[in-house]
């Protein structure tokens, strides 16, 4: 079994690390090779389990789409190499043979004719006629690899076709993935935070012996109809334009509409080529469309809230040069057919059987302002949840969300419904005051007073309001203390030019987070979770510490896993290398998740002390001010000390005020003698 080079989106990469060696036993989806572009940094995994025959590359190779890098073994010492000849072979045998070939090999050959969009699943009988356990596979979503954000059914669950099965967020889409079968769900083979690809296991749904059969037989005349069309696009696009104005329109959501979430550019804003410059939404994916060439935004034809469909002009752009081959025109001119033809075999939206609109708690969906249009942009929500509030009417920023993350569930917005329509009658004051997300009532008008210029925060800085929002319900005290780092200090100026030699920015910030996290060890109510209850608190087996780094953009915390198990040169090394990821916007989801305790320092900027804000669901957060040299008594005189002042931020519902000020005084006593960490 050869192991080749993926599609990695470019055209040449860079074997960087091989990750094996000739001999090793590896398993399915274990990384074998390190491939580097100028784009991004990809692991192969490999497809089958065996044993490492041959390694075909070596480390700063060029390799392109197909290259083989590994060739397996499999562990019964057979070998093979699948060749393309013999996959046609195998096909075309299925085709005039299908009733003496397994039900696999059939319905691998009908998959292998559908269009990428509408392979959702891939199904497997392996029952009888009764009865046959079909397996649905993760579709190609556009990217190598996602996360699985949401698993939406449980075992046991009756599923319909087309209903969302999972919710997968890579870091240019969030897609729930439909089932294409209705049945029983028989096993779940994946968890939330698994880092999947296309292919991969999803569940088992147990289902009429004949449905897989007769969905497979049904996609064939469907793909038979959108293949030529997938094919015709490429021919005009093939010829390179000149110089000039490119419309970028709406590409295939594998859905009649979507609306526009979120235009992330402005008219006269310069671009790059994949550079996102729209956010638009279905009810089955969020997806950022990218500018496919370098240049100025000309025209904006659409608007926050608008309903548009597959081959709508979105924005116009003023090309700097070639045009890359994701023309838009073909597909305004080849799609609109596929797309009038797919609407006319829907059915009607839910909407329209869904409940009177006099009944809905608040204005449906088309009568949104821009304020509120704008606001349910900025809300951590999966696609099912926003069809689902723009069914009921339902303005996403006025819900408060339960789900991991501050992510809004279905739950959410039928209880907020449930409020709405329980709600007493006579209380048009409450019903007319505009409440924002924080609470807060709308803004005066300046207009007497100068006016404004509207200037709109980072993308970075909206995802973060709804999460500081929540720090309005902590009960939050700051303790303050003063170390005294001295020494500390001395000893990690003469270990600076050593560490230095090795690449290495060793910081007073990683002597502290050892310290934290050896007190955090005998202190476990400060890396602790007040229970959903609020009658008990949650220990964490683990301790995963967050860092805040400013960049930019804003703030973000990304977490340092573990910091109790590592030296301090481990840890000097993790925190450099998750700032520079911080400051090259290459955080991965992983990267800032899982936190129990969070450090933030103020470095060499200034100020003498502040509170730091409780990042819930945590209990606790450590501030660190600049050092500074001051006067401190001996006994009989004063000696210059160059002293270090914390502020330690507690939820007093879990601290008491007692336990925050022994916690700060333990760490006083690590940081002016660091030695006492090893007895």
Same mark, same amino acid.
């Given at each position: 079994?050869?192991? #080749?080079? &993926? %599609?990695? +989106?470019?055209?040449? *990469?860079? =074997?960087? /690390?091989?990750? @094996?060696?000739?001999? $090793?036993?590896? !398993? ?108 649905? #596979?993760? &579709? %190609?979503? +556009?990217?190598?690899? *996602?996360? =699985?954000? /949401?698993?939406? @059914?449980?075992?046991? $669950?009756?599923? !319909? ?519």
């Amino acid at each position: 079994m050869q192991i #080749k080079t &993926p %599609d990695i +989106g470019v055209d040449k *990469a860079t =074997v960087a /690390e091989i990750l @094996v060696k000739v001999g $090793d036993s590896v !398993e399915i989806d274990d990384s074998l090779v390190l491939l580097e572009s100028d784009k991004a940094s990809v692991e192969v995994p490999s497809t089958s389990a065996g044993i490492v025959k041959s390694i075909t590359v070596a480390a700063g190779d060029v390799v392109s789409e197909g290259s083989v890098l590994i060739e397996l073994e499999a562990e019964d010492g057979s070998t093979g190499v699948v060749e393309a000849q013999e996959a046609d072979a195998s096909q075309k045998t299925s085709e005039n043979t299908p009733t003496s070939l397994p039900d696999q090999e059939i319905m691998q050959e009908l998959s292998s004719h559908q269009p990428k969009a509408a392979q959702a699943v891939e199904q497997t009988a392996q029952t009888g006629a009764t009865s046959s356990i079909v397996e649905v #596979k993760l &579709p %190609d979503i +556009g990217v190598e690899k *996602a996360l =699985v954000g /949401e698993i939406l @059914v449980q075992v046991g $669950d009756q599923i !319909e076709v087309d209903q969302s099965l999972v919710v997968v967020e890579s870091d240019k889409a969030t897609v729930e993935v439909p089932s294409t079968v209705s049945g029983t769900v028989e096993s779940i083979e994946i968890k939330e935070g698994d880092s999947v690809k296309e292919g991969v296991l999803i569940l088992k749904v147990k289902t009429a012996g004949s449905a897989p059969a007769t969905q497979a037989e049904a996609a064939k005349p469907e793909a038979a109809q959108v293949t030529p069309e997938a094919k015709a696009e490429p021919a005009p696009q093939a010829a390179a334009a000149p110089a000039g104005e490119i419309e970028v329109a709406v590409p295939d959501l594998g859905v009649d509409k979507a609306a526009v979430a979120e235009i992330l550019v402005q008219v006269g804003d310069t671009v790059e080529a994949d550079q996102s410059i729209i956010v638009v939404e279905s009810d089955k994916a969020t997806v950022e469309v990218p500018s496919p060439s370098a240049g100025v935004i000309k025209a904006i034809h659409v608007e926050v809230g608008q309903n548009v469909s597959q081959g709508i002009a979105l924005v116009t752009i003023e090309a700097a040069g070639q045009v890359k081959a994701a023309s838009t025109p073909a597909a305004k001119t080849e799609s609109a057919p596929a797309v009038k033809a797919e609407a006319a075999t829907k059915p009607a939206p839910a909407a329209d059987t869904s409940a009177p609109v006099e009944q809905a708690p608040v204005q449906s969906a088309d009568k949104l302002s821009k304020e509120q249009n704008a606001a349910n942009a900025k809300v951590y929500a999966g696609p099912a949840v926003r069809k689902l509030a723009r069914e009921l009417g339902v303005v996403l920023a006025e819900v408060q969300a339960s789900g991991p993350h501050t992510r809004l569930m279905k739950e959410d917005v039928f209880a907020y419904v449930k409020t709405r329509l329980t709600a007493p009658q006579d209380a048009p004051v409450a019903a007319a005051a505009a409440v924002q997300v924080a609470g807060l009532p709308k803004l005066p008008d300046f207009s007497a007073f100068g006016g404004v210029e509207e200037k709109a925060m980072t993308r970075l800085q909206q995802v973060s309001v709804p999460q500081l929002s929540l720090n309005n319900y902590i009960p939050q005290v700051t303790q303050f203390d003063l170390a005294d780092i001295t020494e500390l200090e001395a000893w990690r100026g003469d270990l600076k030019a050593k560490f230095k030699q090795d690449g290495i920015s060793l910081t007073i910030l990683a002597f502290i987070a050892k310290a934290v996290a050896h007190l955090l060890k005998e202190e476990p109510y400060f890396a602790g979770h007040l229970a959903d209850d609020q009658k008990s608190v949650l220990f964490r087996n683990e301790i995963h510490m967050g860092i805040a780094v400013a960049t930019p953009d804003g703030l973000t915390v990304p977490v340092l896993r573990n910091p109790d198990q590592k030296s301090i040169k481990q840890i000097a090394v993790e925190l450099g290398e998750l700032s520079k990821k911080a400051r090259d916007k290459k955080l991965s989801p992983k990267d800032l998740q899982g936190a129990n305790f969070t450090i933030t320092s103020l470095g060499s900027i200034g100020g003498t002390a502040f509170t730091p804000l409780v990042n819930w669901p945590q209990v606790a957060i450590l501030g660190i001010s600049p050092a500074t040299m001051q006067p401190v008594w001996n006994g009989t005189g004063f000696d210059p000390k160059l002293m270090l002042p914390l502020s330690l931020s507690y939820d007093h519902r879990v601290i008491n005020g007692a336990d925050a000020a022994r916690f700060t005084n333990k760490l006083t006593k690590l940081l002016a003698d660091i030695r006492s960490l090893l007895l």
